[in-house]
């Protein structure tokens, strides 16, 4: 958990490579896929199906073509049921823009908003493990507090920790004021209390008061972590 000092003037996800994996291998995974020109839905799904195994993927669970998607997933019922079943969305990141108005609002509020891949990337594994595997922190403009997930509970500790070390080194270089903007960092499960690790001093806010305001051009400064 981020609660940071100055809420930032807009919306953005800040995304998270870990170093240790927090999806177990049951995850189900969906990836919508750009039309290919004069194939159908299925050539299209099956032409992505063959370049994932050619370059050794094999934890994306299915793979749903634009053409499809607005195809067979018009229905509130079914946009409803494609949420339900699966863990991860990923999108082909020339058709990113495009979907929220097929999917539906209930994907962003059930932060299951699809994450924007490069299918034309040289690594292409990496380029889906990363984001797999990694994570993301949704940081609004209408709040000081945002919440990731960086590891579960049957992890070992040292795994934990380095997730908790690059995330928070992640975080603080991408939130605008970058880390003087960090007010606390706390650790929490679903069920525990949460458990500060980190806590500023007040000093960072009267700094923070005496540099340029968030919503003006220039105003983000790089700080250390």
Not at 51 to 70: A, C, D, E, H, W
Not at 125 to 143: D, M, R, S
Not at 201 to 225: A, M, R
């Amino acid at each position: 958990m981020v609660t940071v000092w100055k809420i930032p003037p807009q919306e953005q996800v800040i995304k998270i490579p870990l170093p240790h994996g927090i999806r177990p291998e049951t995850s189900e995974v969906c990836l919508f896929t750009k039309d290919e020109p004069e194939l159908s839905g299925e050539q299209t799904e099956n032409l992505y199906k063959k370049l994932l195994i050619q370059n050794g993927i094999t934890s994306i669970s299915q793979i749903i073509s634009y053409k499809t998607l607005k195809k067979e997933y018009k229905p509130f019922e079914a946009k409803r049921r494609l949420l339900n079943r699966f863990d991860l969305f990923l999108a082909d990141d020339r058709i990113r823009r495009l979907l929220p108005s097929h999917i539906g609002k209930h994907f962003y509020q059930s932060k299951k908003a699809p994450l924007s891949v490069n299918l034309k990337a040289k690594n292409l594994a990496k380029e889906l493990n990363k984001h797999i595997q990694g994570t993301i922190l949704p940081v609004t403009n209408k709040g000081c507090c945002y919440t990731a997930r960086v590891g579960h509970t049957g992890m070992k500790a040292d795994e934990l920790l380095e997730n908790v070390s690059v995330a928070a080194e992640v975080i603080s270089n991408k939130l605008p004021k970058n880390w003087k903007n960090i007010k606390v960092l706390h650790l929490k499960t679903l069920k525990s209390v949460a458990l500060p690790i980190f806590n500023s001093y007040i000093c960072n806010l009267d700094e923070l008061d005496k540099q340029p305001s968030l919503h003006q051009k220039g105003g983000q400064v790089k700080t250390s972590y």
